[in-house]
C-alpha cells in the first residue's frame, strides 16, 4: 500500500496471511525459533514488509498470534540493550514507522488478542482500530495486558504513551503506564479491550461483527483526537500522585509532548526518553536484575 520502511538489503519474508471472507485478509504473528512471540526487530521488518503485500481493496485486516499462549509478549529487552544510543535511536524510529502504517491502513483494522500482550505486543494492539481478547488463557487463567516498561526503569517507545490514554479513564491509563502495571483480563478498565471471547475459535466471530458494525473506517485512538482540556487535566492528576519516579516522570513528559505538539513530537520525547533512562543508574540495576532472572527460569525469555 505504501514504500516500506526497511532499509536492509537482505530479503524479508512477510509473515503468513490468510484471506478470510469478505475481504478481509488474517495476518499471523510469529517468531519461528524463538519460545513466544515477541517484537523484535525481524518481526518488525516482517510486518512492515506484509503491509507492502496488502491489496487496497481489503475491507479489513486482523491480527493474530502463532502463539496459543500469548499474543506478543513484548519487545526482546536483551536485543534492544546491545544497541549503541544512536543505533536503538534508529530501531525505536524504524519500529515506530511500521506501526504508523498499520495505523493508517485504509480499512478496519483487528488485534485478536488470546494471551499475554505487553510493552511492544500492547503497542502493536494500540495501533489497530479495535482489540478484541479471549477472557482467559486456554489454561482458563486471566493474562496480563498493559505497557511494564516503567517498571524496567524505561519508558515505551512505540507511541503507547499517545494512544492507551485515549481508549479508557485517562488517569487510569496514565497512572498505570507511569508505575509499569499491567492490567488482568478479570479486572480491564472499560474501553481497553472493545469486546472479549471466551475462546480463541470466538475471535474471528466477533471482529466480523464489530467491523459490520461500524458505518466509517474507525482510526486508532490517540490523544491528539481527545478532548485537549480533558487529557491535560488527567495528565495533572496522574502525574501529581506519582512521586519522584524518574521512569513515570518520562511517560508524562512524553504524553505532554504530544498534547503539546502532536503525535510525532510525542513519539520522539518516547525514544530520547528511552534512550536517556536505560543508561541510568537505576534502570541499569533493573535491567541487570530482569535478565539475571531470565536466566535462572529458562522457560521465560527477555520481554518489555
Same mark, same amino acid.
Given at each position: %500500500?505504501?514504500?516500506?520502511? =526497511?532499509?536492509?538489503?537482505?530479503?524479508?519474508?512477510?509473515?503468513?496471511?490468510?484471506?478470510?471472507?469478505?475481504e478481509?485478509?488474517m495476518?499471523?504473528?510469529?517468531?519461528?525459533?524463538?519460545?513466544?512471540?515477541?517484537?523484535?526487530?525481524?518481526?518488525?521488518r516482517?510486518? @512492515?514488509?506484509?503491509?507492502?503485500?496488502?491489496e487496497?481493496?481489503? =475491507?479489513?485486516?486482523?491480527?493474530? =498470534?502463532?502463539?496459543?499462549?500469548?499474543?506478543?509478549?513484548?519487545? +526482546?529487552?536483551? &536485543?534492544i +540493550?546491545?544497541?549503541e544510543?544512536?543505533?536503538?535511536?534508529?530501531?525505536?524510529?524504524?519500529?515506530?514507522?511500521?506501526?504508523?502504517?498499520?495505523?493508517?491502513?485504509?480499512?478496519?483494522?483487528?488485534?485478536?488478542?488470546?494471551?499475554?500482550?505487553?510493552? *511492544?505486543? %500492547? $503497542?502493536?494492539?494500540?495501533?489497530?482500530?479495535?482489540?478484541?481478547?479471549?477472557?482467559?488463557?486456554?489454561? *482458563?487463567?486471566?493474562?496480563?495486558?498493559?505497557?511494564?516498561?516503567? *517498571?524496567?526503569?524505561?519508558?515505551?517507545?512505540?507511541?503507547?504513551?499517545?494512544? %492507551?490514554?485515549?481508549?479508557?479513564?485517562p488517569?487510569?491509563?496514565?497512572?498505570a503506564?507511569?508505575?509499569? /502495571?499491567p492490567?488482568?483480563?478479570n $479486572?480491564i478498565?472499560?474501553?481497553?479491550? #472493545?469486546?472479549?471471547?471466551?475462546?480463541?475459535?470466538?475471535?474471528?466471530?466477533?471482529?466480523?461483527?464489530?467491523?459490520?458494525?461500524?458505518?466509517?473506517?474507525?482510526?486508532?485512538?490517540?490523544?491528539? @483526537?481527545?478532548?485537549?482540556? %480533558?487529557?491535560?487535566?488527567?495528565?495533572?492528576?496522574? /502525574?501529581?500522585?506519582?512521586?519522584d519516579?524518574?521512569?513515570?516522570h518520562?511517560?508524562?513528559?512524553?504524553?505532554?509532548? *504530544?498534547?503539546?505538539?502532536?503525535?510525532?513530537?510525542?513519539?520522539?520525547?518516547?525514544?530520547?526518553?528511552?534512550?536517556?533512562? /536505560?543508561n541510568? &543508574?537505576?534502570?541499569?540495576?533493573?535491567?541487570?536484575?530482569?535478565?539475571?532472572?531470565?536466566?535462572?527460569?529458562?522457560?521465560? =525469555? #527477555? /520481554?518489555?
Amino acid at each position: %500500500m505504501t514504500t516500506s520502511v =526497511s532499509t536492509s538489503q537482505a530479503p524479508v519474508e512477510p509473515l503468513p496471511v490468510t484471506k478470510l471472507p469478505g475481504e478481509v485478509a488474517m495476518i499471523t504473528l510469529e517468531n519461528p525459533g524463538q519460545p513466544l512471540v515477541i517484537m523484535d526487530h525481524a518481526l518488525l521488518r516482517r510486518l @512492515d514488509r506484509t503491509i507492502d503485500e496488502l491489496e487496497d481493496t481489503l =475491507s479489513a485486516v486482523y491480527i493474530k =498470534s502463532a502463539d496459543e499462549r500469548v499474543f506478543v509478549a513484548g519487545a +526482546d529487552l536483551k &536485543e534492544i +540493550d546491545a544497541l549503541e544510543d544512536d543505533q536503538l535511536l534508529e530501531y525505536l524510529e524504524a519500529g515506530a514507522r511500521t506501526l504508523g502504517r498499520l495505523a493508517s491502513l485504509p480499512c478496519h483494522t483487528v488485534a485478536l488478542l488470546n494471551g499475554a500482550t505487553l510493552g *511492544g505486543g %500492547m $503497542e502493536l494492539a494500540l495501533h489497530c482500530s479495535a482489540i478484541i481478547a479471549t477472557r482467559t488463557t486456554l489454561k *482458563g487463567k486471566p493474562y496480563p495486558i498493559g505497557l511494564p516498561e516503567a *517498571g524496567l526503569g524505561l519508558c515505551p517507545g512505540w507511541g503507547g504513551t499517545q494512544r %492507551m490514554p485515549a481508549r479508557m479513564d485517562p488517569v487510569t491509563a496514565i497512572t498505570a503506564t507511569a508505575m509499569g /502495571r499491567p492490567f488482568k483480563t478479570n $479486572e480491564i478498565p472499560e474501553g481497553l479491550v #472493545d469486546a472479549f471471547v471466551d475462546g480463541p475459535e470466538d475471535l474471528v466471530a466477533q471482529a466480523n461483527a464489530w467491523c459490520g458494525e461500524q458505518h466509517d473506517i474507525r482510526p486508532p485512538r490517540a490523544i491528539q @483526537d481527545a478532548d485537549p482540556e %480533558m487529557m491535560q487535566a488527567a495528565l495533572v492528576t496522574a /502525574r501529581d500522585s506519582l512521586g519522584d519516579d524518574a521512569a513515570a516522570h518520562a511517560v508524562c513528559e512524553a504524553i505532554w509532548a *504530544g498534547l503539546e505538539h502532536g503525535m510525532e513530537a510525542g513519539l520522539a520525547a518516547e525514544r530520547r526518553l528511552l534512550v536517556a533512562l /536505560r543508561n541510568t &543508574e537505576s534502570t541499569r540495576t533493573k535491567l541487570n536484575a530482569f535478565f539475571e532472572g531470565a536466566r535462572s527460569a529458562p522457560r521465560e =525469555s #527477555d /520481554r518489555g
